[in-house]
Nanobody
Framework: QVQLVESGGGLVQAGGSLRLSCAAS??????MGWFRQAPGKEREFVAA???????SYRESVKGRFTISRDYAKNTLYLQMNNLEPEDTAVYYC??????????????????WGKGTLVTVSS
């Protein structure tokens, strides 16, 4: 059983920064990532990282967001800079057996955290 617990969300002005953390316990799969869900919208891929530290991002966050992981602490991070109001959403940590790609279907994710809310004001 894997448990994922996110933290670090909050209210920030446009142009500001936040760092999200995801503390993982139990069986962790090779691929981990972040998704987000804005009000009234579907959950969408944000970023992913493999055990080889290969990363991928959705186009709209490239150059602003950085995903990383600390293996010793079993923690996943998402550094978010130059935040925009369009980034407002609940952010979810996820892990998956095998690859986690921008095209990965939501139903193929093996475990989710409960989410942390990020609100960016204009």
């Amino acid at each position: 059983q894997v448990q994922l617990v996110e933290s670090g969300g909050g209210l920030v002005q446009a142009g500001g920064s936040l760092r999200l953390s995801c503390a993982a316990s139990g069986r962790i799969f090779a691929a981990m990532g972040w998704f987000r869900q804005a009000p009234g919208k579907e959950r969408e891929f944000v970023a992913a990282i493999t055990t080889g530290d290969s990363t991928s991002y959705r186009e709209s966050v490239k150059g602003r967001f950085t995903i990383s992981r600390d293996y010793a602490k079993n923690t996943l991070y998402l550094q978010m800079n130059n935040l925009e109001p369009e980034d407002t959403a609940v952010y979810y940590c996820a892990t998956k057996f095998g690859s986690l790609l921008p095209t990965t279907r939501i139903n193929d994710i093996n475990a989710w955290g409960k989410g942390t809310l990020v609100t960016v004001s204009s």
